[in-house]
């Protein structure tokens, strides 16, 4: 990873961060639809509720984050872990070393994937439109 891409990761995730903080000091958007699946369908997608999720958890509400979205969470600790591992080779200059072979981190995100979708089923299990 380059210097400069590392710089670009590290600041994108803190503006992530940062507007899912101030993104609950303006309640209004909370109903604006942001999920293109849900508009279609009316069901909600494996995603939904992560917005919800993100700001709940920037104010440190992690019940409350969870119950948007389980996932969200993990989604939040790996973003955490990128921003970290990013700003870590910027201001170092050299990469960290990697913590899991890349067979391990195929394993991940296919737990990963396969979770999200466990969740989504038992969100459509239990949705009423």
Not at 23 to 52: A, E, K, M, V
Not at 71 to 100: C, D, N, Q
Not at 101 to 111: K, P, W
């Amino acid at each position: 990873m380059r210097r400069f891409s590392s710089l670009l990761i590290s600041f994108s995730s803190a503006l992530l961060f940062a507007a899912a903080f101030f993104l609950s000091f303006f309640p209004s958007l909370s109903q604006i639809p942001f999920c293109g699946f849900r508009l279609l369908t009316g069901y909600p997608c494996p995603g939904c509720g992560l917005t919800h999720a993100f700001v709940a958890l920037s104010h440190l509400r992690l019940r409350e984050s969870i119950g948007y979205n389980a996932m969200g969470v993990v989604i939040a600790a790996w973003l955490l872990y990128i921003f970290m591992r990013a700003t870590a080779h910027a201001v170092l200059g050299r990469e960290s070393p990697k913590l899991l072979s890349q067979r391990g981190r195929d394993l991940i995100i296919y737990a990963f994937i396969v979770a999200l979708m466990i969740q989504w089923v038992a969100v459509l299990l239990t949705y009423s439109a």
